[in-house]
């Protein structure tokens, strides 16, 4: 079942009650209206429907009653900085009953093992950065599928930063000084912050798999916490950029992160993904990602199931 998404960025109160994230307005709190009146206006929300949660305003107050209840149910729990910007996530420190025995096969896993694993994020990444090129602007893309079938093990030849040179310049031609860079030009900020609902969506799922998002195949800043999730969600970013290509193709030049935008990058995990030959929610597909990740841990099967634009 797709988990649903939940977007504050106005004042709120948010508590449990009965198994429900229960949501209060503070205007109508501090009104002089009657307690009917008052209940009335609640809302309510199944904790058990929550995948994600993003907390964007300061006058934000959830009760640790409710945060526990969203934290065994594997929600990822997002906070915002003053921009708006997700800059917090909460996941949960169990979140499968074999955690132990995963991690084991997790930190057991060879060196050749992963640059392999590693082959097959990367090559999935430039054929889905290929499809979307092909989508949104048109032009042969044959030398990218090239590049694809070229990937050694590990990526030793780069090729991953050779697409991406190739994909920004054509993906993003029609708007004057674009280069891929976190503090870049418009829309930077909207690939920033739909990359952050994607990182938390994948974080989410390796949690539910029982792997470590820390400990990555690729990835290993000493600083980072999420080095498996930013490994994992590379196949998944060509998702998030034609969302974002389409907004700023439609935004006639302006890239303000207004609210109406945020709500097409909320729905992210909902977007229509091919996994397995078999159209599913994106949240879905990335949980099936994850679950072959750790069968690839096992040595049950040796691929990574990804999706294919």
């Known amino acids: 079942m797709i988990k649903k998404t939940l977007y504050f960025g106005n004042p709120a109160y948010l508590s449990l009650r009965n198994a429900q994230l229960v949501i209060k307005l503070p205007e109508v709190e501090k009104a002089p209206l009657p307690e009917a009146m008052k209940r009335e206006s609640e809302v309510t929300k199944p904790i058990e429907d929550i995948g994600v949660v993003m907390l964007d305003n300061k ?25 708006s910007m997700p800059v917090g996530l909460l996941l949960p420190l169990c979140g499968n009953t074999t955690q132990n025995e995963r991690f084991r096969r997790q930190l057991d896993a060879t060196v050749p093992l992963k640059k392999q694993l590693w082959q097959q994020t990367i090559k999935a990444k430039i054929e889905n950065q290929a499809s979307v090129l092909q989508a949104c602007v048109g032009g042969t893309v044959n030398c990218m599928r090239v590049w694809a079938s070229e990937v050694k093990s590990g990526d030793s030849d780069n090729m991953e930063a050779r697409a991406a040179a190739f994909y920004w310049k054509a993906l993003f031609a029609h708007i004057a000084g674009f280069s891929r860079d976190r503090d870049g030009v418009p829309p930077n900020n909207l ?61 006639e030049g302006d890239c303000e992160l207004t609210k109406d935008l945020k709500a097409q990058l909320l729905t992210i995990p909902t977007l229509d993904v091919k996994i397995g030959g078999k159209r599913s929610p994106l949240m879905v597909a990335v949980g099936q990602t994850t679950a072959s990740l750790y069968k690839c841990f096992a040595g049950e099967i040796r691929k990574i199931a990804y999706p294919e634009r």
Do not use: W
């Open 191 to 251: 690939l920033n912050y739909g990359y952050a609902i994607l990182r938390a969506v994948v974080a989410r799922a390796l949690v539910g798999s029982g792997l470590l998002p820390t400990l990555g195949i690729h990835h290993h800043n000493r600083y980072n916490a999420y080095c498996l999730a930013d490994d994992i969600m590379e196949p998944y970013r060509p998702y998030v950029d034609e969302l974002v290509f389409r907004l700023a193709d439609g935004s």
């Open 59 to 83: 006058q934000i107050t959830i009760t640790s009653g409710a945060l526990e209840a969203l934290i065994e149910n594997n929600c990822a729990v997002i906070t915002c900085d003053s921009k």
